[in-house]
């Protein structure tokens, strides 16, 4: 009779492992599949962030046989009178304002139509790149002003 207690004890015991067992497989599952997306959420991540690596990368040109940037960095130009005509106007207009100036009034200083939203991103383009130069600041709401 002890025999069966034991082993209707020990069978119990079994099963109430067996029941934890389960529950923590399935818990590292759920953990693995979600591990699973964070990899592929941070391999589109850096898939991106590479994407705009390149994108960003400086446009250059041949002059005299040396590759020079058609925009130069701030830093590495003695003046602003290294960047195209283009460029300078946009300079020019961002210094003119009171304060952070948005792509609209620039384009609409430069006689752009501001009205059809295709028309600016040829200017917000070379904003950024400015800005990305060193010429002028990119602020989080989108406008720029002039660095000092």
């Not at 069966?4 to 004890?9: K, N």
């Not at 109430?16 to 818990?27: D, F, I, P, S, Y």
């Not at 990899?39 to 002059?63: G, T």
Request: no cysteine.
């Amino acid at each position: 009779m002890q025999e069966r207690q034991w082993i209707t004890a020990r069978r119990s015991e079994l099963d109430a492992l067996a029941e934890q067992l389960t529950k923590q497989l399935q818990e590292v599952q759920v953990e693995r599949e979600e591990l699973a997306i964070a990899e592929r959420v941070l391999n589109r991540l850096a898939e991106q962030a590479q994407a705009d690596i390149e994108a960003v990368a400086p446009v250059s040109a041949k002059v005299a046989g040396r590759a020079v940037l058609l925009i130069p960095h701030r830093s590495d130009a003695a003046d602003e009178g290294a960047l195209p005509g283009d460029y300078r106007r946009i300079l020019v207009i961002v210094r003119e304002a009171d304060g952070p100036v948005q792509v609209r009034a620039v384009g609409e200083r430069l006689g752009l139509d501001a009205s059809v939203r295709g028309r600016l991103e040829p200017l917000r383009a070379k904003m950024t790149k400015l800005a990305d130069r060193g010429w002028l600041h990119k602020r989080p709401d989108g406008r720029f002003t002039a660095r000092p």
